[in-house]
């Protein structure tokens, strides 16, 4: 039996790979799986949050400010401003199941966890992110969100994409691998069909893929390793 978490929203899954590897090794040890209600927050995504929260509370006086933030009447931030909070950056985690809100720091800290804020026992961190710069938290979240970094294993993978992750690229992760695939390719605006079609595409018109080459990280050595089984450019 393999425990993880999961994600409730899985346009919130992108976050830094090794917090969720984390969090996963934590569920093992316990023996428990867990929810992450709010992971990675976009700008979209924070307007609607934000919205949300003056929409609850407006007939009780709530107010938004210029910066995004709602207040209550009485002063209480109901909502952080703009990219003010660690879910923007992709590096903090809320998991509100009552087994994970009851853990102290102590614990928390053998996994390489924090929760820094006392009065947020369902918020979670990575230690080693305490106290580091903005620059270096917008430089994170570009790599997250640029799907860099070389830790996505099938159990992170199968935790993004809402499956039971146990690690074993079994029949269902494959069909979600297949699935996710597609929608890439429709993404990217590159949804050949076949081998032959890439070929004559990139053929006829190189441009298709010289900005893919500077943009995404692995594909200069996907191309020469194709290269070099084909034993030279011919
Ligand atoms: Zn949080």
């Not at 992971?39 to 400010?65: F, P, V, W």
């Not at 269902?172 to 605006?189: N, S, Y």
Request: glycine share 8%; aromatic share 10%; with cysteine.
């Amino acid at each position: 039996m393999s425990y993880s978490v999961k994600f409730k929203y899985t346009d919130e899954c992108f976050v830094y790979p090794k917090l969720i590897a984390a969090v996963n090794t934590l569920c093992v040890k316990k023996g428990k799986d867990c929810l992450c209600t709010s992971g990675y927050r976009s700008l979209a995504k924070q307007r609607l949050i934000n919205a949300q929260s003056l929409a609850q509370r407006k007939s009780q006086g709530a107010y938004q400010k210029s910066d995004g933030s709602v207040y209550t009447p009485d002063g209480k931030c109901w909502a952080a401003a703009y990219g003010k909070s660690n879910h923007c950056y992709c590096i903090a985690m809320d998991i509100t199941d009552s087994w994970f809100q009851s853990l102290t720091n102590a614990e928390l800290k053998k996994y390489g966890l924090v929760k820094p804020m006392s009065y947020e026992p369902w918020h979670v961190q990575l230690l080693k992110h305490n106290g580091i710069s903005q620059k270096q938290k917008e430089a994170i979240r570009d790599s997250v969100l640029k799907g860099e970094g070389k830790d996505m294993d099938v159990k992170i993978f199968q935790s993004m994409t809402g499956l039971k992750a146990d690690g074993i690229a079994g029949p269902v992760t494959k069909a979600k691998a297949k699935e996710v695939l597609q929608c890439c390719q429709e993404i990217l605006g590159n949804n050949f069909k076949s081998a032959e079609e890439v070929i004559k595409a990139t053929q006829s018109n190189p441009g298709i893929w010289l900005g893919v080459i500077k943009t995404l990280k692995y594909f200069d050595r996907f191309v020469m390793n194709i290269v070099n089984k084909m034993g030279g450019c011919t």
